[in-house]
């Protein structure tokens, strides 16, 4: 009986701060002014600044849209709609269960609209005008877990890993085909794990260091704002760069220029000319022929698909960079602006990352448009569906 009551008293506490946190979103009687588009990243980019809230004003009433804020939600609804679209093709589209990097692409395709939805729900319920009390536990989780954007910055970091992942399976592809097509692409347990690595690395570091120096403090949520010294909290700027921009960016240009560079000595060992011919060669003419049209069908898939995820990564890359820049500089010690319409566009670029990706399979990837048409026309476009 003693555990059966222990039990059903952390239920019931569970409960009544389930219950807390609801009625705090959606039983207010103020609203809540919408977040500025300057204090989108600092909480997560800058280590050195809190971010806090502020104690509503009596009578206060909600403001119109802004531009910043009809642009994040535009970025929402196309960035969740068009990568649930992906994964409905590849799902639905039986041909593209074949492949290994279409299931790293559903991967991706799950990462970037997880994004768009937390992007929406923080800017949509923002607490930055409420007050909230020291030791309560429900503000307490509100500020750690909901004001820190902790989520939202955990994915966007997932994303960068995602296009790791990616890079990683073209990666063994092309420089290790053999053992690509053995070991790897056929094992569910290596694929799972390099799926589980992209989905876990960000949230547990993000956590780990936003959870202890984030808290309520004088009514006021201050995020990312108790650090024991400040080497500690330089330190961890450096390395949250690193994991989340740095690192991501040296792997994917090692590996995309290794594969450039195996490519390109295969390319010149084909290109040698074959030895004298004999007699009998006619008479494999026909099927040399034909064994010659498949090897450069599926070299031509290949192509594409390594083509497609090489767009992805410089996408990628060019979305990442002004932000990161820009942050690496502060970390510096340059005083920048983080109001400016510079630093707003590098953050709202830095959000159009998770829509692009979907944009580029309609125009660049041969087999999902074949499974596009033959999802909404039935119509076979194209035979070479093999495994790349």
């Known amino acids: 009986m003693g555990?059966?009551?222990?039990?059903?008293?952390?239920?019931?506490?569970?409960?009544?701060?389930?219950?807390d946190l609801s009625n705090r979103f959606f039983c207010r009687e103020s609203v809540s002014k919408l977040k500025d588009m300057d204090n989108w990243n600092i909480s997560r980019n800058s280590t050195t600044n809190s971010t806090e809230s502020q104690v509503p004003r009596q009578n206060e009433v909600a403001q119109p849209l802004s531009t910043v804020d009809i642009i994040i939600f535009t970025i929402c609804f196309f960035g969740f709609v068009s990568n649930i679209f992906v994964i409905a093709i590849i799902a639905i589209y039986v041909p593209m269960h074949k492949q290994s990097t279409n299931v790293f692409i559903v991967n991706q395709s799950i990462i970037d609209a997880s994004v768009a939805v937390f992007l929406f729900l923080t800017t949509k319920f923002n607490i930055a005008s409420w007050e909230l009390m020291a030791g309560n536990l429900a503000d307490e989780v509100l500020c750690k877990l909901w004001y820190s954007q902790v989520l939202l910055w955990s994915m966007m970091t997932s994303t960068a890993?995602?296009?790791?992942?990616v890079t990683f399976d073209r990666f063994l592809a092309v420089v290790y085909p053999i053992w690509y097509?053995?070991?790897?692409?056929?094992?569910?347990?290596?694929?799972?794990?390099?799926?589980?690595?992209?989905?876990?690395?960000?949230p547990i570091f993000n956590l780990a260091f936003t959870i202890p120096t984030t808290g309520v403090s004088s009514h006021k949520c201050n995020t990312i704002s108790f650090w024991p010294n400040d080497t500690i909290?330089?330190?961890?700027?450096?390395?949250?760069?690193?994991?989340?921009?740095?690192?991501?960016?040296?792997?994917?240009?090692?590996?995309?220029?290794?594969?450039?560079?195996?490519?390109?000595?295969?390319?010149?060992?084909?290109?040698?000319?074959?030895?004298?011919?004999?007699?009998?060669?006619?008479?494999?003419?026909?099927?040399?022929?034909?064994?010659?049209?498949?090897?450069?069908?599926?070299?031509?898939a290949k192509s594409n698909v390594l083509k497609t995820m090489a767009l992805v990564a410089f996408f990628f890359v060019f979305c990442w960079t002004p932000n990161q820049i820009y942050y690496l500089t502060y970390i510096a010690g340059y005083p920048l602006d983080f109001s400016g319409d510079f630093y707003n566009f590098t953050v709202i670029l830095l959000f159009v990352n998770c829509c692009v990706n979907p944009v580029i399979y309609c125009i660049k990837y041969e087999q999902f448009k074949r499974g596009v048409m033959w999802v909404l026309c039935r119509e076979k476009v194209g035979t070479s569906d093999k495994a790349t």
């Open 181 to 202: 097509k053995t070991k790897y692409s056929g094992s569910k347990i290596m694929v799972g794990i390099t799926i589980t690595l992209t989905w876990t690395i960000a």
């Open 161 to 165: 890993h995602g296009v790791v992942a």
């Open 233 to 300: 909290q330089v330190a961890v700027g450096v390395l949250n760069n690193a994991i989340q921009y740095l690192l991501p960016l040296c792997l994917i240009v090692y590996g995309y220029s290794k594969m450039a560079f195996v490519l390109h000595r295969r390319a010149k060992i084909a290109q040698k000319p074959a030895g004298g011919g004999s007699r009998n060669d006619n008479k494999d003419g026909a099927g040399k022929a034909t064994n010659h049209k498949e090897n450069g069908s599926m070299s031509r």
């Open 3 to 19: 555990q059966t009551g222990q039990k059903r008293k952390f239920i019931c506490g569970l409960l009544r701060l389930l219950f």
